[in-house]
């Protein structure tokens, strides 16, 4: 079973930044790819961006591009979400995930997730 623990959330005012860490039980490697996805209050989860280990250009939500970026650590198994500029919008929890075959949509491991709050 692999675990994963995210941490880094927090209130932030809008135009603030904030990184958000995903540390992995497991080699991140062994992942086809890992993900970040949030979920607002009354609102169905969504899509943030994606890492690939195959080298993949990672791919990013439109609401979040040029904003946000994905990186990741295989020596310390360890995912990242830097967050720039947020907004208002941007108030949710943050789940990282883990996907083992190359279907897009599909993770088979979650985090508990982060809160990350953004004030205006």
């Known amino acids: 079973q692999v675990q994963l623990v995210e941490s880094g959330g927090g209130l932030v005012q809008a135009g603030g930044s904030l990184r958000l860490s995903c540390a992995a039980s497991?080699?991140?490697?062994?992942?086809?790819?890992m993900g970040w996805f949030r979920q607002a209050p009354g609102k169905e989860r969504e899509f943030v961006a994606a890492i690939f280990w195959s080298g993949r250009t990672p791919d990013y939500a439109d609401s979040v591009k040029g904003r946000f970026t994905i990186s990741g650590d295989n020596a310390k198994n360890m995912v990242y979400l830097q967050m720039n500029s947020l907004k208002p919008d941007d108030t949710a929890v943050y789940y990282c995930a883990a996907g083992l075959s190359r279907a897009v949509s599909q993770y088979d491991y979650w985090g508990q997730g982060s809160q990350v709050t953004v004030s205006s």
């Open positions: 497991t080699r991140t490697f062994q992942m086809y790819k």
